[in-house]
């Protein structure tokens, strides 16, 4: 599409500039009114780079003030689509600079003078400060040319058949990085953790990203459900861009997941599924690859420490699923009340058949009950089916404690939704804290339920393996990777509520051979099913 720049005057008196296509649509590089104000978001820039790749320069009001600043030994590549642009900034914004500069538009990308410009810069790092507004009119432009100079600036390790000595890892708190960074540790991997909580901005967290990578050189990046990607789609092109796998751990269901992260999908990427059943989902949404990786146990958070006094002979650790937990996914999409029938009769099917596909069944359903469906988009499907998902889940954890409580079963966390399910029906504790409090609540019940989210249709959960490594014993719902991961003289199942309540009357009346099931447990667990072994299962993949 051919496109022309025109320069105009802002309210401010600034002069300011916007894009004109040949299809009449407009796009402005700068503000209307106040186009100096960019600057602004751009004041914090910390210079670190050797070379300094302006991506798309406009008028330059955003990087301005601090080009100052800049270090007198820095080589600057500036790139703008339009050559009026990269005058511009020959003329005002580098003007008496010492600093080298070479200037690239749309009219004159040289190869031969990138090279020569590139071979005289010293060896260093590379920061690109992009122009959003300029990148998102002409983005294969900019990309492909940053991408080049990247390839060819900064040097790149031959992985191919060399050991994976480090890894970054995305950090911030969440579910199992702890785990998988002590894991990846104790492997002997170098586990450098990428702070994302800890970015002020955007354009922070893209420099910081940058600069880690040039600096640790990591063989692979492993992030946990994308947790941490920015909003801009730049996480996985910066990983590309200096030519680093990227492993995606995924241990909830994908998809609304990718509502939102889609965009950073790329083909260095392979991502990982604690559920065989998503790994079909993953490559189809264009991962290079998507291999099953089951959960597993951290020995250093759950750890038999020899007999305890028990607070109760039946428990089931966990939330309820009601009131908070299933408003934050209402609020997330079109919900009305007039969806009740349909979340009912679809969580029913599910919780009869784990492999029921909630989410292609919606729209069907919907029509042979006569609710017309207030919209089509993926976005409010995916939340809608997510709902259905955990609703279903909420159904089979009622169902479950509700069948137990003749046989004086207690709950442990979210008191107030297990009220609201039961009444004073059911004895129930406190919130239970994951990484502090979990193990000695789990060891303080004699036998544990396991109730597996309706997310899982073959795999398992935490509790399989973290329960029996505290020395106490779990009876768990059947999935078809349990057999899988454990022998059948190594775990107790149901498979009905009946069955679960002979299985209870039974386990509690022999106390040694739940002693003996757990130690075969443990012996397994020790053996295969720790986060060391995952870890060494991502490492045979990389």
Same mark, same amino acid.
């Given at each position: 599409?051919?496109?022309?720049?025109?320069?105009?005057?802002?309210?401010?008196?600034?002069?300011?500039?916007?894009?004109?296509?040949?299809?009449?649509?407009?796009?402005?590089?700068?503000?209307?009114?106040?186009?100096?104000?960019?600057?602004?978001?751009?004041?914090?820039?910390?210079?670190?780079?050797?070379?300094?790749?302006?991506?798309?320069?406009?008028?330059?009001?955003?990087?301005?003030?601090?080009?100052?600043?800049?270090?007198?030994?820095?080589?600057?590549?500036?790139?703008?689509?339009?050559? /009026?642009?990269?005058?511009?900034?020959?003329?005002?914004?580098?003007?008496?600079?010492?600093?080298?500069?070479?200037?690239?538009?749309?009219?004159?990308?040289?190869?031969?003078?990138?090279?020569?410009?590139?071979?005289?810069?010293?060896?260093?790092?590379?920061?690109?400060?992009?122009?959003?507004?300029?990148?998102?009119?002409?983005?294969?432009?900019?990309?492909?040319?940053?991408?080049?100079? +990247?390839?060819?600036?900064?040097?790149?390790?031959?992985?191919?058949?060399?050991?994976?000595?480090?890894?970054?890892?995305?950090?911030?708190?969440?579910?199992?990085?702890?785990?998988?960074?002590?894991?990846?540790?104790?492997?002997?991997?170098?586990?450098?953790?990428?702070?994302?909580?800890?970015?002020?901005?955007?354009?922070?967290?893209?420099?910081?990203?940058?600069?880690?990578?040039?600096?640790?050189?990591?063989?692979?990046?492993?992030? /946990?459900?994308?947790?941490?990607?920015?909003?801009?789609?730049?996480?996985?092109?910066?990983?590309?861009?200096?030519?680093?796998?990227?492993?995606?751990?995924?241990?909830?269901?994908?998809? *609304?997941?990718?509502?939102?992260?889609?965009?950073?999908?790329?083909?260095?990427?392979?991502?990982?599924?604690?559920?065989?059943?998503?790994?079909?989902?993953?490559?189809?949404?264009?991962?290079?690859? +998507?291999?099953?990786?089951?959960?597993?146990?951290?020995?250093?958070?759950?750890?038999?420490?020899?007999?305890?006094?028990?607070?109760?002979?039946?428990?089931?650790?966990?939330?309820?699923?009601?009131?908070?937990?299933?408003?934050?996914?209402?609020?997330?999409?079109?919900?009305?009340?007039?969806?009740? *029938?349909?979340?009912?009769?679809?969580?029913?099917?599910?919780?009869?058949?784990?492999?029921?596909?909630?989410?292609?069944? /919606?729209?069907?359903?919907?029509?042979?009950?006569?609710?017309?469906?207030?919209?089509?988009?993926?976005?409010?499907?995916?939340?809608?089916?997510?709902?259905?998902?955990?609703?279903?889940?909420?159904?089979?954890?009622?169902?479950?404690?509700?069948?137990?409580?003749?046989?004086? @079963?207690?709950?442990?966390?979210? *008191?107030?939704?297990?009220?609201?399910?039961?009444?004073?029906?059911?004895?129930?504790?406190?919130?239970?804290?994951?990484?502090?409090?979990?193990?000695?609540?789990?060891?303080?019940?004699? @036998?544990?339920?396991?109730?597996?989210?309706?997310?899982?249709?073959?795999?398992?959960?935490?509790?399989?393996?973290?329960?029996?490594?505290?020395?106490?014993?779990?009876?768990?719902?059947?999935?078809?990777?349990?057999?899988?991961?454990?022998?059948?003289?190594?775990?107790?199942?149901?498979?009905?509520?009946?069955?679960?309540?002979?299985?209870?009357?039974?386990?509690?009346?022999?106390?040694?051979?739940?002693?003996?099931?757990?130690?075969?447990?443990?012996?397994?667990?020790?053996?295969?099913?720790?986060?060391?072994?995952?870890?060494?299962? /991502?490492?045979?993949?990389?």
């Amino acid at each position: 599409m051919q496109a022309s720049l025109q320069l105009f005057t802002a309210s401010s008196g600034k002069l300011s500039a916007k894009v004109v296509f040949d299809n009449n649509s407009v796009r402005h590089l700068h503000s209307t009114v106040n186009p100096e104000a960019e600057a602004d978001l751009y004041q914090d820039i910390h210079w670190y780079g050797n070379l300094i790749v302006f991506a798309g320069i406009g008028l330059g009001w955003h990087v301005k003030r601090m080009l100052s600043k800049l270090p007198a030994h820095v080589s600057c590549i500036v790139i703008d689509y339009f050559k /009026i642009c990269t005058n511009h900034a020959a003329e005002t914004l580098f003007a008496g600079s010492t600093n080298r500069v070479l200037y690239i538009s749309a009219e004159d990308v040289a190869q031969d003078t990138l090279s020569g410009f590139l071979a005289s810069v010293d060896p260093g790092s590379l920061q690109v400060v992009r122009h959003p507004a300029s990148i998102d009119c002409f983005r294969d432009f900019y990309e492909s040319l940053v991408d080049e100079i +990247a390839r060819r600036f900064v040097p790149r390790p031959p992985r191919q058949g060399s050991a994976v000595k480090k890894a970054l890892m995305y950090f911030g708190n969440y579910f199992l990085e702890e785990e998988t960074r002590r894991a990846l540790r104790a492997t002997g991997i170098a586990a450098v953790p990428f702070e994302y909580n800890t970015c002020r901005d955007s354009l922070d967290y893209e420099a910081s990203l940058s600069k880690m990578i040039q600096k640790e050189k990591p063989d692979f990046i492993l992030s /946990i459900n994308m947790k941490g990607f920015d909003g801009n789609g730049e996480t996985g092109r910066i990983a590309e861009r200096f030519g680093v796998p990227l492993v995606i751990w995924f241990v909830d269901d994908p998809r *609304p997941i990718l509502l939102s992260n889609r965009i950073h999908i790329r083909p260095h990427m392979t991502a990982l599924s604690w559920e065989r059943d998503h790994c079909r989902l993953l490559t189809a949404a264009g991962f290079d690859k +998507a291999e099953y990786v089951p959960l597993a146990c951290d020995p250093a958070l759950f750890t038999d420490t020899g007999p305890t006094s028990r607070a109760a002979a039946l428990g089931f650790v966990g939330t309820s699923m009601v009131d908070r937990f299933a408003g934050n996914i209402r609020d997330k999409f079109l919900w009305s009340d007039g969806l009740v *029938p349909l979340v009912e009769a679809l969580a029913g099917k599910l919780c009869a058949d784990p492999a029921y596909p909630v989410y292609e069944s /919606i729209p069907n359903q919907a029509k042979a009950l006569g609710i017309r469906l207030a919209f089509s988009d993926e976005r409010n499907l995916t939340w809608l089916a997510a709902y259905i998902v955990h609703h279903a889940s909420m159904k089979k954890r009622k169902a479950a404690i509700q069948a137990l409580l003749p046989q004086g @079963i207690e709950t442990f966390g979210d *008191p107030e939704g297990w009220k609201k399910l039961f009444g004073g029906a059911v004895i129930t504790h406190p919130d239970v804290d994951y990484r502090h409090g979990l193990a000695s609540v789990y060891k303080r019940i004699a @036998i544990n339920i396991n109730v597996t989210s309706c997310q899982m249709p073959t795999a398992v959960n935490q509790r399989v393996f973290d329960i029996p490594m505290t020395g106490s014993f779990v009876i768990s719902d059947k999935q078809n990777d349990l057999l899988e991961l454990f022998g059948p003289s190594e775990i107790a199942t149901y498979e009905s509520l009946e069955d679960l309540q002979e299985k209870v009357r039974f386990y509690l009346a022999n106390e040694a051979e739940r002693g003996r099931i757990t130690k075969l447990a443990q012996k397994r667990i020790l053996g295969e099913h720790t986060y060391v072994h995952r870890m060494q299962k /991502i490492m045979s993949l990389l």
